[in-house]
């Protein structure tokens, strides 16, 4: 078989045979890695964008993850779903049409080949075709103490497979839901990985204590991370989701970049600095981190050897409070106009990733903005919601005072909304069961049929005109929602 790809804006052409052979388990990785098999190179692909299979005699197709999907005959797939294809097949990957043709091949083909262009794939065995996983069980390994109130747990998976391949295949800064059960009640929480793919055979979430003076009844802010603080030890075992996330840096070419982070903020700007430090020698890194003491200092001797180690790779701490020694040499007090231009003087020419509380993040970007930094090239990633968020105003609001109600037409129930509050924090609050997982608009779990009215966001999540994210939507005015 033939697939050939036409991208009808830049007008490129490109073609690539497929030749079967029995008894193993071929595949061709498509997307704008050089290490793809067919390379589609377009910003609208990502690096790992599909695969295509052959088993059984039969030729499949597989969107690993994409950020922008897939289209069979303009029907979209969902994750990791598995479409038979079949001769004459279109497949829509970002602006390209890849049309899967038959073509006479060789039969007297050497049976270790498998593509043209003398390619040779490894068939992967632990890779199920039908069945994509949509969870993976991980088993703990190791749990280090990185400060006081901050555990890093290393994971395996079980079955063993490497984190980098194309069941898994994660980028630095992304993150996953943990699943697991406590006192008999399901919870889903998202943590950042801060391992690096670079580093396959392991992955490692890092944890922060919330202090208990911060609990809220029912289900308080820190419940999951101080459990697993407490209960989660080597030898255990929890479910975790593949990767999800569009804050990394992995696909970005700029070669300077500014990482600015606060906290437990540090963990995706790590799993970033770890994989540059290993892949991009020529990227150069300035790193400003914001602790409140020594003492919670995440990551403290690693970061001191990467800036000892790594000549790209520049290291700022400051301290928010007066705890330190009379030793401390770093910056102290929080981050200001002055302590960035001394920094990062080049600041401007920069990329700029972010993490930390909202807080952190908004005195950030008023900063960066007084300062005429191009906001184009900043992203950030906000580690806890916004007590009192901003709504985002519509054409369609309405003067009246009056809040807005959202109905649930499946299961008959309605909630009224406050005027900052999302929709599923206003239906928890009625204790009406939505389902949700990462609470940032990024998973899809929460995503409900709109049958009318009309719903804002903070920024635009991509979200059909039809369906509602009710983790990041605020009603504008009375909504309906098939759930």
Not at 162 to 174: H, M, R, T, V
Not at 202 to 208: D, F, G, S
Not at 263 to 269: E, N, V
């Amino acid at each position: 078989m033939k697939i050939t790809a036409f991208n009808y804006i830049a007008g490129t052409f490109g073609e690539k045979t497929i030749i079967p052979i029995e008894k193993t388990l071929p595949k061709c990785l498509i997307g704008r890695n050089p290490n793809c098999d067919f390379i589609l190179n377009s910003p609208e692909v990502s690096r790992v964008h599909g695969i295509i299979f052959y088993q059984d005699q039969k030729y499949y197709y597989i969107d690993l993850a994409s950020t922008d999907g897939s289209r069979v005959n303009n029907q979209a797939l969902m994750v990791n779903q598995s479409i038979l294809l079949q001769e004459g097949d279109v497949i829509r990957i970002g602006d390209f049409f890849v049309l899967f043709e038959s073509e006479e091949t060789n039969s007297e083909l050497d049976s270790e080949s498998f593509f043209k262009q003398e390619t040779v794939m490894t068939p992967t065995p632990t890779l199920n075709l039908h069945h994509q996983p949509k969870e993976f069980i991980v088993k703990c390994t190791k749990v280090i103490e990185e400060t006081h109130n901050v555990k890093t747990f290393s994971l395996v998976a079980e079955p063993p497979i490497l984190f980098n391949d194309a069941s898994f295949n994660y980028k630095p800064g992304q993150f996953v839901m943990l699943d697991l059960e406590i006192d008999g009640k399901p919870f889903k929480r998202a943590y950042s990985i801060s391992s690096s793919p670079s580093r396959p055979y392991n992955l490692e979430i890092t944890v922060k204590r919330v202090s208990p003076s911060l609990n809220q009844p029912d289900s308080p802010p820190g419940l999951v991370s101080n459990w697993l603080h407490d209960n989660f030890t080597v030898g255990n075992k929890l479910k975790i989701s593949p990767p999800m996330g569009d804050f990394t840096c992995f696909d970005n070419s700029h070669q300077k970049l500014l990482f600015i982070s606060a906290g437990s903020g540090i963990t995706p700007l790590m799993s970033m600095s770890r994989w540059l430090c290993d892949t991009k020698t020529d990227y150069d890194i300035i790193f400003i981190y914001s602790a409140r003491s020594q003492e919670d200092i995440i990551f403290c001797q690693e970061l001191q050897l990467m800036a000892l180690r790594y000549s790209n790779f520049h290291l700022a701490i400051t301290l928010t409070t007066e705890e330190f020694d009379s030793n401390w040499s770093g910056y102290t007090g929080r981050l200001n106009e002055t302590m960035l231009l001394e920094i990062a003087p080049d600041f401007g020419e920069r990329i700029v990733y972010s993490c930390g509380s909202a807080g952190f993040l908004e005195s950030l970007q008023n900063m960066l903005e007084q300062l005429k930094f191009p906001m184009h090239n900043y992203y950030q990633e906000s580690f806890g919601l916004s007590k009192n968020p901003q709504p985002v105003l519509t054409s369609e609001n309405k003067s009246s005072t009056e809040n807005p109600v959202v109905v649930f037409r499946k299961s008959q129930q309605e909630v009224v909304c406050d005027a900052n509050e999302t929709i599923l924090e206003a239906a928890q609050r009625e204790a009406i069961r939505l389902p949700y997982a990462c609470q940032m608009g990024v998973c899809g779990q929460c995503k409900l049929r709109k049958i009318s009215g009309e719903v804002s966001y903070e920024k635009d999540f991509g979200c059909e005109d039809d369906f509602v994210l009710t983790c990041v939507a605020r009603a504008v005015g009375d909504v309906v929602i098939e759930g």
